[in-house]
DNA sequence: GTCTATAGCCGGATAGAC
DNA sequence: GTCTATCCGGCTATAGAC
């Protein structure tokens, strides 16, 4: 027979921690919250973690992990310059949208996270994909401020999912702009032609 | 001689109660903090207001107030499509740019705005300028997505300043890269030409 | 319109039994 | 590793004096 109890691990609490502070931020939730969803006592919760705030950064920490491992993926694409653009749009922008744990978490941290919390977001999660998408840049412009150009390709992904809770509230917003294949499609027509590649 | 102490009108304590929200959030503001930049006590925040959800939700109504009207003016630029649409680009990162407390409020309310709360910055604050891009969109290029173009276009300015915190820790970013006029003329070459309307 | 005082709750955190 | 019990401070909100 199976312990009545299962012992709960430090990551097994931090994955349920991650939607959580995803959903209503740092100072939204409260120990008890998370000891609630683990299925044990809030003082429990102090045998793996210091304190909240030691419990929040190593959830922060384990959401980002594999992160670059994954956006490398989006690395992989061969061919020519556009082919690989339209390649990683597409792959990066469907990584994005189905880890809204870790979108929202990113939208909180540009609003909330301290200097430390940021460069290790942008050193051990974007900097490779940064990289490769400014070497994409240069290829495809050569000459070009890099930095601007892949800056303005996270954007375009980015804000299209940012903006998606008040899309149907805007002027000739559906559901299906929320979906990842019209926003990458729509994304790489708009970064390899500008504007008048978005004709339909 | 003047009274010591001046009471203070609804209005006041809204104007301080914004840049807090603005930098913390709803759950990381207390009452007693918002009284302290007020600089009368917690309790008299009552005589003004019946609960704290209330003064929230009139500083939201109070800071996005008369953003429509700042928005107009980035509309009232004339002369070619193209002119329009850099002239309206030009502006709109301006006046967004010099309003960070917007800004901020904005990307809280994207995270953690109800229904009825996105409903209404939707429709009294963006709606007339999104309706006036997808205007501009549809002389640019004839039947295009025109939602789609106009959340574009709004993207690139918005996430460019989003993502001003974390610029620095990124390859390549300098702190001109968060200058209004530095990305007003990238976003407005990249949406005229594509990415090789970003050479230098 | 602001104050003091306080109710009542919830927050983070600790001590010590099992 | 989890529990119960508890401390203590901060929170929203109310009552009533000035």
Redesign the interface.
């Known amino acids: 027979m199976t312990r009545p109890v299962k012992p709960k691990s430090k990551t097994d609490i931090l994955d349920l921690a991650i939607p959580l502070f995803a959903k ?2 740092y ?2 939730v409260s120990m008890r919250d998370i000891a609630n969803v683990v299925g044990i006592k809030a003082a429990s919760l102090y045998h793996h973690f210091p304190d909240k705030q030691s419990l929040y950064l190593q959830a922060m920490a384990r959401a980002f992990e594999d992160k670059a491992q994954g956006f490398a993926e989006a690395l992989t694409v061969t061919g020519t310059p556009k082919k690989r653009l339209a390649g990683f749009v597409q792959v990066f922008t469907t990584l994005m949208s189905k880890d809204p744990y870790f979108r ?1 978490l990113l ?2 941290e ?4 301290d200097e430390q919390r ?2 290790l ?3 051990e999660v ?2 490779e994909p ?2 490769a998408m ?1 070497e994409l ?1 240069e290829e ?13 390709i ?3 992904i ?3 999912l ?2 998606a ?3 149907r ?6 559901a299906k ?1 929320n979906k990842p294949d ?1 926003i990458a499609d ?2 790489t027509r ?11």
């Open positions: 209503s931020g100072a939204g929202l939208q909180r540009l609003l909330d996270g940021l460069k977001l942008a050193r974007f900097r940064f990289i400014e840049a495809l412009v050569p000459g070009c401020d890099t930095h601007m150009v892949a800056m303005s996270a954007s375009l980015l804000y299209h940012e903006t809770p008040i899309r509230y805007l002027p000739g917003g559906k702009h019209v729509h994304v708009l970064l390899l032609n500008g504007l008048k590649g978005c004709s339909q």
